[in-house]
């Protein structure tokens, strides 16, 4: 075994790539790199850079768009197999920790590799309580959003404007600086996310009661009217802190892709953070348990499912929450998921959509189109649906994803700075547009 840069325990290497150049008749050496924990395998993109015809030539590019089939790090947060349905943070499996741990442990874990001793634990709690408010600037800043502002808008947007807020966030290569960035991070963005809910409601902000816990203190931002002190429905306490534990990380999402590319120009964390919630935003994306909701509104009533899955089957449009560039079985994030739904709906009743999404997962499952295709529901297939019984707005729900994915993005944000292999992210292209030509204006 030896260690690479990002801390990654590999196998030595497992021996050589021949590849011949039917071009030239040459034949190159390209190593196999040391076998990740689990087997993965790579040569390096840039080993094909020695082939080429002529000696003055670039050289030969790998093109991945899309990036099917590139590692672009290596690293030691999450593991996915996608063909067993298996998620895994450091090593750990997510259902027991779903079962087992709160969700600001599972960001400790992610961060730190191993599990935080009790006084890690309270320390990190602490912090992150005592770090929950915001400047009054940016609660003014927020009020300068119309009624209508999508909330994912409006928390990307704050995140992005911290950075002015916390100028000294750009020394990130001081690790007492990066700590203190990311308790503030992992501290604010519920009160942002909150703030913006308010805002969206034409409701008062609530501030933080760091008496609370973490998830406690979110509901209560998010919920609190008169009441001197919210008490949450323990349920919900305990649906969310599961969800937030379930987005937590995912490794090299497109989000994560994200906040890493921003992240290699050595910008703050708040600059590369925001970049992650832009990216989440997507409807492909962190965006897709709105885009549930609203297709099982749209479709209406059960009867109407089949002519969904018709149009879905003629290319017409894309059966949200299903599918996943990963995972080619079922999303394990799904199966708890479904069971933490079966127990809100026992306290908050069951509602047709919930039939309607029963029945689209029914013949999805069933249905040659989706079977061969692998096409299994996602993560984002329930979530909506809770997330709705719980009384929040569809489009809130992205905004929920993005709070806790924030653990995830920093974990990933502070590998990548200590990756000695990481520089700032600049991909290839192959230009396919016109050769050298003269100007002449045609004003
Ligand atoms: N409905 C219908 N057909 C689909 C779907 C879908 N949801 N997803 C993929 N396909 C088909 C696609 O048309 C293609 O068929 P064909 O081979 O005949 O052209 C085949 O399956 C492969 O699709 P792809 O677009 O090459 O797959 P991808 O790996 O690039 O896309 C995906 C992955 C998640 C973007 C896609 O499955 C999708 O658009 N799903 C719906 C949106 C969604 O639920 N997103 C949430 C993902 S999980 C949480 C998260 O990451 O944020």
Known sequence: MSTTAAGVKTEKETGTLEVRDTRTGATYEMPILPRGTEGDVAVRGMDLRQIKVESGEFGTMSYDPAFMNTASCMSAITYIDGEAGILRYRGYPIEQIAEGSTFLETAWLLRNGELPTRQEYDKWENDIRYHTYVHENIRKFLEGFRYDAHP???????????????????????PENRNIQ????????????AFAFRHIRGMPFIYPDNDLG?????????????????????????????????HADHEQNASTTAVRAVGSTQVDPFSAIAAGVAALFGPLHGGANEQVLRMIQEIGHVKNVPALIDEVKDGKKRLMGFGHRVYKSYDPRARIVKQLADEVFKETGVDSDLEIALELERIALSDDYFVSRKLYPNVDFYTGLIYRSMGFPTEFFTVLFAVARTAGWLSQWEEMLMDKEQ???????????????????LL
């Open 152 to 174: 994912m808008s409006m928390l990307c947007s704050t995140v992005a404007a911290m950075s002015s807020f916390y100028p000294d966030a750009k020394d990130i290569h001081d």
């Open 182 to 193: 990311i308790i503030r991070l992992l501290a604010k963005i519920p009160t942002l996310a």
């Open 214 to 246: 973490y998830v406690e203190n979110f509901l209560s931002m998010l919920n609190r009217m008169t009441e001197p002190r919210y008490e949450p429905r323990p349920s919900f306490v305990k649906a969310l802190e599961v969800l937030f534990i379930l």
């Open 423 to 441: 520089k700032i992210a600049r991909p290839r292209q192959i230009y396919i547009g016109h050769g050298e030509r003269k100007y002449a204006s």
